[in-house]
Antibody
Framework: QVQLVESGGGVVQPGRSLRLSCAAS????????MHWVRQAPGKGLEWVAV????????YYADPVKGRFTISRDNSKNTLFLQMNSLRVDDTAVYYC???????????WGRGTMVTVSS | DIQMTQSPSSLSASVGDRVTVACRAS??????LNWYQQKPGKAPKLLIY???SLQSAVPSRFSGSGSGTDFTLTISSLQPEDFATYYC?????????FGQGTKLEIK
């Protein structure tokens, strides 16, 4: 069964850090670039970051550049998002997704909620 | 960054109606345009990729068209399960920006 499962979300104070994980199963993880997308409560979708299949190329949205780091462990079929210097406006559900044909996001996880609040 | 603008932001329609959602890119993106459906509390689901290619297992009542800067998503005959929010997304260049969403509601 093709599946992505995010974990690591929670409530954290502004300025602190959190590390999200996304465990992949049912497909060849190493064949896919991977993305993080977030959605603030009641808002639309916002792309966060992408990592190439080998982990050599990474790109970030401007709001998270310099604070978030995307990485992957292909031996464990797992994607990560290290989030530092968290802000209140980072509060969102964070989804991981695979990049399929024409760079579309064809497999999504259920998401993990991150709440940044004092 | 490429800006994506959807219209309308919300839409009321009835079961059986034909519905069209528009999406405009701030610069040409060829056919690097995708459509997603999202229901409350759920992850987005890919419907259409490359502007007009139907994702596997998506009903044929969904279709997409367009190239360059102007695109449309059409639902030929609305079904009860189609009431949701729809997003377009450009995958031409990073950041892979989304439209603001179109909420499709029951009339």
């Amino acid at each position: 069964q093709v599946q992505l499962v995010e974990s690591g979300g929670g409530v954290v104070q502004p300025g602190r850090s959190l590390r999200l994980s996304c465990a992949a199963s049912g497909f060849t993880f190493t064949n896919y670039a991977m993305h993080w997308v977030r959605q603030a409560p009641g808002k639309g979708l916002e792309w966060v970051a992408v990592i190439s299949y080998a982990g050599t190329n990474k790109y970030y949205a401007d709001p998270v550049k310099g604070r978030f780091t995307i990485s992957r462990d292909n031996s464990k079929n797992t994607l990560f998002l290290q989030m530092n210097s968290l802000r209140v406006d980072d509060t969102a559900v964070y989804y991981c997704a695979t990049e399929g044909g024409r760079n579309a996001f064809d497999i999504w996880g259920r998401g993990t909620m991150v709440t940044v609040s004092s | 960054d490429i800006q994506m603008t959807q219209s309308p932001s919300s839409l009321s329609a009835s079961v059986g109606d034909r519905v069209t959602v528009a999406c405009r890119a701030s610069q040409s993106i060829s056919t690097y345009l995708n459509w997603y459906q999202q229901k409350p509390g759920k992850a987005p689901k890919l419907l259409i990729y490359a502007a007009s290619s139907l994702q596997s297992a998506v009903p044929s009542r969904f279709s997409g068209s367009g190239s360059g800067t102007d695109f449309t998503l059409t639902i030929s005959s609305l079904q009860p399960e189609d009431f949701a929010t729809y997003y377009c997304q450009q995958s031409y260049s990073t950041p892979y920006t989304f439209g603001q969403g179109t909420k499709l509601e029951i009339k």
